[in-house]
Every structure is written in structure tokens, then in C-alpha cells.
């Protein structure tokens, strides 16, 4: 019974995540499934969950909060590049697992209101586990429903 409210409360709620709520795919380090939700038009918080591919193959969690600057480049004069940055957490797990802090720097191609196009740099300091700097750089799409 409590499964059929829930996704009966998650069914009625859908109408107020209309192009709030991507999903969709990141490849580079990590690689994996990406998903991104709008708190307003320069807010946001994204996650993903995803392979690391560096010296291991490890599961790797992700969040940030995200400021965006809309069309703060241009590419060829014409296609409009928005640039975000923000701060999140970041979990590897190992043999022994990894957390850190992620500062994401990236840009966004938003070709239509259904869908963007993104590029991501994200140093990562880690303070549990193996300490140190990490680097991650990837690409991804995602869909807005």
C-alpha cells in the first residue's frame, strides 16, 4: 500500500518537474548516468552516478550546486554557451573508499528546451580515504521532462 502512494505522489508531482528534471549520459572520468534538476533559471543541482576509470574501475557518486551564467560565450557568433560552476561532494568506493570535495567549472549548449549539451571540469580534493588532488573532465547530454 505505501508503494502505490508514493508513486502516486511522485506521478502528481510530475507536471510541477516539466523541463526541471534531466537525465541522460556523461562520458570522459567518470563515466556513467548523469541527472540535473533546476531550482530556478540561474540554480541548479546536478548528480551522477558512475564508473571512475583512472588506475581502477570504481562506483563513484556525485552532487553539486551549480551557478550558471547564460550566454556568457559564443561559439562561431552564433550558438550560445552558458558557463556553471559550483561546489558538491564526491564518493569512490574502493578498497578503501574516497570522499572529497568537487569544484565543477564547465560550459552548456542548450540547442532546444528539451535537451543540453555539456563540458565539465571538476578538481576534486579528497580528505577520506586516499588524500589527495584528483581531476575529472567529462561530456554528456542530458533530456529535460
Excluded: C
Excluded at 583512472?54 to 551564467?69: K, V
Excluded at 578503501?96 to 567549472?105: D, I, N, T, W, Y
Amino acid at each position: 500500500m505505501r508503494i502505490i502512494i508514493i508513486l502516486s505522489l511522485i506521478t502528481l508531482s510530475l507536471p510541477t518537474w516539466a523541463n526541471k528534471l534531466g537525465l541522460g549520459v556523461s562520458v570522459g572520468n567518470p563515466t556513467g548516468l548523469n541527472g540535473k534538476y533546476w531550482m530556478d533559471s540561474s540554480h541548479a543541482v546536478d548528480g551522477g552516478f558512475a564508473m571512475s576509470l583512472g588506475r581502477s574501475t570504481n562506483l563513484s557518486l556525485h552532487s553539486d550546486y551549480l551557478f550558471h551564467r547564460p550566454e556568457s560565450f559564443y561559439l562561431n557568433d552564433i550558438y550560445a554557451l552558458d558557463l556553471h560552476y559550483g561546489i558538491g561532494g564526491r564518493m569512490e568506493f574502493s578498497d578503501s573508499p574516497e570522499v572529497g570535495v568537487r569544484l565543477p567549472v564547465g560550459l552548456v549548449y542548450n540547442p532546444n528546451s528539451q535537451s543540453d549539451l555539456f563540458g565539465e571540469v571538476a578538481p576534486i580534493v579528497d580528505f577520506i580515504g586516499r588524500t589527495g588532488l584528483e581531476l575529472h573532465l567529462l561530456f554528456g547530454a542530458r533530456y529535460y521532462f
